[in-house]
Structure formats: structure tokens, C-alpha cells
């Protein structure tokens, strides 16, 4: 049994912090009760916060913007030279736009193999 004494907090959590924890949860291989456990989180909540994630209605635009420092580089940190052409039959006109939880965003040909936006996403998300 465990007694628990004095005034029972209630944390405020910003969004940032929400979503980091949702993009650690559907890490791969990521097991879902010990990221909850980890961050001192009851999995219902954290299965609150991935749902709201995907229906759109937790994402980073609901913080105020701030502008961010860019370094712009002669050359790609990504080697794109290695990933493999797209197929000639098949025009670069068409595009998909994938927006991660963090609010970071990848446009990449239509005609992408699977392998390839595996790797780029593994890139992005660390």
C-alpha cells in the first residue's frame, strides 16, 4: 500500500513536449508502455495525445511562430547522389508532401521507391 501525502500535482505539458513524446512512441521498434513509463505518463494519456496527432488536432502551428537560424551548405548533409533515379516512364511532375509530428515537412517524386523514403525519413527524424 502506498500513502501518498501533501497537495497531488498536475503537470502542464507544452506541445512540443507532447509531440516529441508521440514521435518517440512510434519510433520504430519503440515499446509503447515504457516510453509512457519513461516520461512518468499513464498510456492512456499518451494514446490521447497520438490520437490527436493523427486527427490533426494537436500539431506544432498551434505554438507561435519563432524564427529559427538557418546555415545554407554548398552541398547536401543527405547523399542524394545515392539514392536510386526515378523511373523514366514515369514523369517528376507528381509530388507527395509528408508532414511529420514535428511539423517538419519532406516533398519527395511520386515515383520514390519504398527503401529509398525509409532511409530519408531515418535521416530526418534522428
Do not use: Y
Request: charged content about 25%.
Amino acid at each position: 500500500m502506498e500513502l501518498v501525502s501533501g497537495v497531488e500535482r498536475r503537470r502542464r505539458w507544452r506541445v512540443e513536449e507532447k509531440l516529441r513524446i508521440v514521435a518517440e512512441a512510434d519510433a520504430p521498434g519503440a515499446v509503447f508502455a515504457a516510453v509512457a513509463r519513461r516520461h512518468d505518463i499513464s498510456r492512456g494519456l499518451l494514446w490521447i495525445w497520438r490520437q490527436q496527432v493523427r486527427r490533426g488536432e494537436l500539431r506544432l502551428t498551434d505554438i507561435p511562430a519563432e524564427f529559427v537560424p538557418v546555415n545554407v551548405v554548398a552541398q547536401s548533409p543527405i547523399a542524394v547522389a545515392s539514392l536510386p533515379p526515378a523511373p523514366a516512364a514515369m514523369p517528376d511532375t507528381q509530388m507527395a508532401e509528408i508532414v511529420l509530428p514535428d511539423g517538419t515537412c519532406l516533398r519527395v517524386s511520386a515515383a520514390i521507391e519504398a527503401a529509398s523514403l525509409r532511409r530519408l525519413l531515418g535521416v530526418l527524424r534522428g
